[in-house]
């Protein structure tokens, strides 16, 4: 299909919204891409090929999907506003390889689409809900080899951050401990119907094979963190002391800080994951 054809395209995007008299729904976090350069860029990062199943998240009315099902084997789109089927049913006709599902990807048993096979995930993510749908992806057991996703280029941002920076966090470490990310694209607020007010970026997150430590206690590694980055400011010792859903005493803490040679000032976001993964292997003891 010809670029001036596809939803890129936006003056297709607009005879669409208008044919189905469709309203953007806040609550869905809705903006269509009418970029054909970035919806190229996105199937690149994402390394997309013939042989490969794809896992589109929130397809709206189907312009990235149109592009997904020419690069790939089969893409499966799961797209929560019932109100956008009959649209996709109209804009993905003439595509063969596309299965629209009409549910909300939190709810899915992804694996069970596939059935079991590898799989990429590729998406325009609504920005509301990127750090669930991601996490949930990272945490669970399916076998997605990668996801790539446009998303607030400020999330982006600090899924790639380094200790030290105003950027890294909790995010950044959840990431990183089970991902390689990279940054394919940035992407102004001029390529979407409507919109949004903030900057978008492009971000690729490899999966590992084996998480990038190892650690006795996950759970407690990622209590650690989240009790570090609570209260940013603070140091880690006073982070965890007032954290109320970690059990362990500051001076434990302290002890293992010196054992490791670490000053007992210091704060989270100055502790590289690695570190983060000692420290709580030592006080799991």
Do not use: W
Request: with cysteine.
């Amino acid at each position: 299909m010809e670029d001036k054809n596809k939803l890129s395209n936006p003056q297709k995007t607009i005879e669409v919204i208008q044919k189905y008299n469709f309203n953007f729904k806040k609550s869905f976090g809705q903006n269509f891409l009418i970029d054909s350069h970035v919806t190229d860029k996105i199937i690149r990062a994402a390394e997309i090929g013939k042989d490969d199943n794809v896992l589109e998240i929130g397809p709206g009315i189907g312009t990235l999907t149109q592009y997904l099902a020419e690069a790939a084997g089969r893409v499966v789109a799961v797209e929560i506003d019932e109100k956008l089927i009959p649209v996709l049913e109209e804009t993905l006709s003439g595509y063969d390889n596309v299965k629209v599902i009409n549910e909300d990807i939190l709810k899915c048993d992804i694996d069970s689409i596939f059935g079991g096979k590898p799989f990429k995930v590729v998406a325009n993510l609504p920005y509301y809900i990127t750090t669930p749908i991601i996490m949930g992806l990272l945490e669970g057991k399916s076998h997605f080899d990668s996801i790539t996703v446009m998303i607030q280029k400020e999330v982006a941002d600090r899924m790639k951050a380094g200790p030290g920076t105003k950027d890294y966090g909790a995010l950044s470490l959840a990431v990183q401990y089970y991902a390689e990310p990279y940054l394919a694209a940035n992407v102004p607020p001029n390529c979407f119907i409507p919109r949004p007010a903030v900057g978008s970026a492009v971000i690729r997150l490899k999966r590992l094979e084996e998480p990038r430590v190892a650690v006795k206690d996950e759970k407690l590694l990622f209590g650690l963190i989240r009790a570090a980055f609570m209260e940013r400011r603070k140091t880690l010792l006073n982070a965890v002391k007032n954290y109320r859903e970690m059990d362990i005493s500051k001076e434990k803490v302290e002890e293992a800080l010196v054992k490791m040679s670490i000053d007992t000032r210091i704060r989270g976001e100055a502790l590289t994951l690695e570190q983060f993964a000692k420290l709580s292997d030592m006080l799991s003891e």
